[in-house]
């Protein structure tokens, strides 16, 4: 310990407060009067563990900290199960098959059925249109653009990201709505021998519209998240696959989407959660029906988080214990959801490290 | 020759058979006009619809065409790899279309009450008939709930992330990496039922005399569950990227590992943790549904964020967008613009952060 | 099939970096020619302007003329696609595809070409596995991973992989540098075998190796860092590494190159 290492740690960590006393290690009492004389080693015991120091505390406040995640999880499940037991009790219909939603009467009444339909319908709506759209555009950002135009549209898909739902349901409402509504009128005209889109109208506030807003709103997650996971594709195996006499696109779907496809079903699973959670911007563009219907063009439409929102104003307490049921089973989805998804990416990661 | 040259021929490439034919400029204009010129026809010739159908027809008849065509010409594989090149391209203007829409409409129609009134008075007192009316009151709440959002959960977060990446060891630290994950995920109305079922109406009470109340801090604890995940998950990827011999440095020269983490650690990795902060700021200011929930919405000015109901912007924007009053929708757009600029330059700022970062994968 | 390549004046650039200067060189059918030189020489890019690889990167394009057999491969009515398949290449890092198997890998090139028939995939794989001396540690698990194989046999995979679509050329990029050496000495003695059908070019950083497995041998140099690297000496193997004409060569080859 004759020199003194830590010049150079110092000089590249910034304000790093490693004191002279750090630096000498233990056995050193004396503090050092001069940074060019070499201190000596000290020749007393070495200075024993303590028992509570500040290491012990701060270990175990980070400890905590973590655990914090875990508690709150489970406090969410405990506290929503507290509140929607009562509900249920009172509920003289059947929670999990009736359509109707009436749990404000003196004789409450209200099932999930319709509501849940209703969520699952728009989100496979949204994923259906939004899914193959945002492959493309990563596809396109991370193989086929020039550097000089993938960095900055990824950046505004970034940013659309960031854009909070509420924005994209007011849109919804007061601008998509029309074309929307025309579509359906002349899908209705040409094509109502198909159930989807029969019905005698009134068109537009429908679950199409909802669906096509919420593909909106998850086509720049999805699109950035498997934009970075094509991305990771390893140089070497596209150079592989072209080296062979690959086209662009046979170099893709050898090499980049094999690769990807993991992170895509992930990526693709967390826009579903996000989809099947998305409260104010189907609350903003369905008409509420409480009702199972494949109609995708007619006015209705209902979910499970837009019927929180929209009937939670008028709600009394078994009615608020019945929203807090029916978010109790929107958590339960979207909780198996994202476990899925997490597995999946988890799993890939070991199998990626594996490879490596 | 070879048996797969003779039963797969055209696979194997000798120099007399590497040159390929591509297609004309002139012949794939006129795939072009052609497929435009039938689309037009059919269109109008059956009276089915109006130019936007000839438009999606026509390119959808280009595109088949054109792959045909090209497809003789240049051979299976390369009109495949132009097939899919134009379906991605097509896709990118397919999605850009409304996310365009969007924008526009945005700065269009919020620019119409961006005025000073707006930012300086609150909805207290405004009937269906007046014009004015403003977000003052919607900003403080949005801001005050976010602010004390963010304190309760970024040192929860940063120090979540530091036992993950310096603590953590085994089964216990994957669950709990595992399930920051899946929080992530958790749509932010359950958030918001969760504060109301634990936070408004069952503490609440104890300080209201029994009564369940709202609040703007209600709001700040469901915004701060939100938050929390994706601190962490932020935080723990910027310290992984801190080079291990930096804290070796440090512990050779016997500082304790805290202070190692404190001074040597996070002080590398704070721009990155900023960004992350900065980005779950974003998100958590655009929140609308546990506002709703938990803080109620308000007209007037309310500053104490224990007292009572409050408002916040993307909550006003809601509310004003399902008012029937025939000003409301301009206030709702406006005050639309003011989220979006206020979350697109927390974003932006954090993007430019990150980008100055030295610390990269 | 071995096929013979001429290289007149052949300039490659990055964007406006020239990274190598006029090179001309003439490879003879079924011979081994190794290239050798310090590192950021070029031959590596000369190599992989040989099967049109280097315009993968933005911004890379060539000047000069490169025929095989009297065609210009750079000639714009040349598909670039088949072009590859004609000159294979094999790469510095073993690089199977992670998520195929074993006979997935072998075949890959074939299945591109839209060769579909059970019975001509599998008796290509064998061929091609067989060629690259790698059949009998694999015939039993040709179902595995090949990401799950040596680094060794991973790299016999690809060039199995490379010449199951029978190409004329075989380039390869210092193809044991990843290597142990008894791995090297298999893709050696492999060298040797495949010399029968294909004309082979070999970059190398190993001159032992370059002295050991090629019939002519290259000489790449650059003056200082930033400028082209040019063609310094080409002529037999023997004729390099015994009495080499250029003192540059004399000086890289003896140890002494600064």
Partial sequence: ????????????????????????????????????????????????????????????????????????????????????????????????????????????????????????????????????????IALFLSHYAPKRLA???????????????????????????????????????????????????????????????????????????????F???????????????????????????????????AAVMLGLGRALGETIALALTLSVAFDISFNLIENGGNSVAANIANSFAEANDTGR???????????????????????????????????? | MSLLDREVPGVVMTPDNIRSRTLPVAVNLAIAAGAFAVAAAVVFGLAIGNWVLVVVLGAAFYLVGLNVVAGRIEGRRAARDRAMKSLIYAACVLAILPLASVVWTLVSKGIGRLDADFFNTSMNNIGARDPEGGAYHAIIGTLEQVGIATLMSVPLGVLGA?????????????TVRFF????????????????????????????????????????????????????????????????????????????????????????????????????????????????????GGAAAINFDPFGGNQQSLSLFVYQQAGDASRYAPDRAWTAALTLVALVLILTVAAKLLARRNKLSR | ???????????????????????????????????????????????????????????????????????????????????????????????????????????????????????????????SLRSANLWDEVKDRLDRPGAGLSGGQQQRLCIARTIAVEPQVVLMDEPCSALDPISTLAIEDLMFKLKDRFTIIIVTHNMQQAARVSDKTGFFSIDKTGDPGRLIEYDDTQKIFSNPAQKKTEDYITGRFG
């Fill in chain 1, 1 to 136: 310990m004759g020199d003194y290492p830590s010049r150079s740690v110092n000089s590249t960590a910034g304000d790093l407060s490693v004191t002279p006393r750090h630096a000498q290690g233990a056995g050193y009492g004396g503090s050092p009067s001069n940074f060019d004389e070499p201190p000596r080693g000290g020749g007393g015991a070495l200075p024993k563990k303590a028992r509570f120091s500040i290491e012990a505390g701060f270990r175990g406040l980070s400890t905590a900290s973590g655990a914090m995640v875990l508690v709150i999880i489970v406090a969410i499940a405990v506290f929503l199960i507290s509140k929607a037991v009562p509900a249920l009790q009172a509920n003289t219909g059947n929670f999990l098959t009736q359509f109707e939603w009436a749990p404000n009467d003196t004789q409450p009444s209200f099932g999930i059925a319709a509501l849940a339909f209703g969520t699952v319908l728009s989100s496979i709506i949204a994923l259906v249109v939004a899914v193959p759209i945002a492959l493309s």
């Fill in chain 1, 151 to 229: 960095t900055p549209l990824g950046f505004v898909i970034d940013l659309l990201a960031a854009v909070p739902s509420v924005v994209f349901g007011l849109w919804g409402r007061d601008v998509f709505q029309e074309p929307v509504r025309d579509f359906s009128i002349w899908l209705n005209k040409y094509f109502s021998w198909i159930p989807l889109f029969g019905g005698d109208g009134p068109f537009g506030q429908s679950i199409m519209l909802g669906g096509l807003v919420l593909a909106i709103m998850v086509l720049p997650i999805v699109t950035s998240l498997s934009r970075e996971v």
């Fill in chain 1, 231 to 265: 991305q990771q594709t390893p140089g070497m195996n596209e150079e592989a696959a072209l080296a062979l006499g690959a086209t662009r696109w046979e170099m893709v779907r050898t090499a980049v989407l094999p690769y990807g496809k993991p992170g895509v079903i």
């Fill in chain 1, 321 to 356: 214990g019945a929203l807090i049921a029916s978010g109790l089973v929107l958590f339960a989805i979207t909780l198996v959801v994202n476990m899925t998804a997490r597995a999946i990416i988890y799993r890939r990661r070991e199998f990626r490290d594996a490879a490596a």
């Fill in chain 2, 162 to 174: 530091i036992y993950l990446v310096e603590y953590g060891r085994g089964k216990f630290a994957t």
């Fill in chain 2, 180 to 295: 920051v994950d899946v929080m992530t995920g958790i749509p932010s109305i359950v958030a918001g039922l969760f504060i109301l079922s634990f936070w408004v109406l069952i503490v609440s009470p104890w300080f209201n005399n029994g009564q369940p109340r709202f609040s703007g801090f209600a709001a700040a604890l469901a915004l701060a569950v939100l938050m929390l995940p994706t601190i962490v998950r932020s935080t723990e990827e910027m310290l992984r990227l801190v080079p291990g011999p930096l804290r070796e440095g440090a512990y050779a020269l016997g500082v304790p590992q805290w202070k190692t983490i404190l001074s040597v650690v996070l002080p590398t990795a704070l721009p990155g943790i900023v960004t992350g902060i900065m980005l779950a700021v974003a998100r958590a200011a655009g929140e609308t549904a546990p506002v709703l929930l938990v803080a």
């Fill in chain 3, 1 to 127: 099939m071995a096929k013979r390549i001429e290289a007149s004046n052949v300039s490659s650039y990055y964007g406006s970096f020239k990274a190598i200067d006029s090179v001309s060189m003439t490879v003879e059918p079924k011979t081994i020619t190794a290239l050798i030189g310090p590192s950021g020489c070029g031959k590596s890019t000369f190599l992989r302007s040989v099967n049109r690889m280097h315009e993968v990167l933005p911004g890379a394009r060539i000047e000069g003329s490169l025929t095989i057999d009297d065609q210009n491969i750079y000639d714009p009515d040349v598909d670039v696609t088949a072009v590859r398949r004609m000159i294979g290449m094999v790469f510095q890092r073993p690089n199977p595809f992670p998520t195929m198997s074993i006979y997935e890998n072998a075949v890959a090139g074939l299945k591109l070409n839209g060769v579909k028939k059970k019975a001509i995939l599998d008796e290509a794989a064998e061929k």
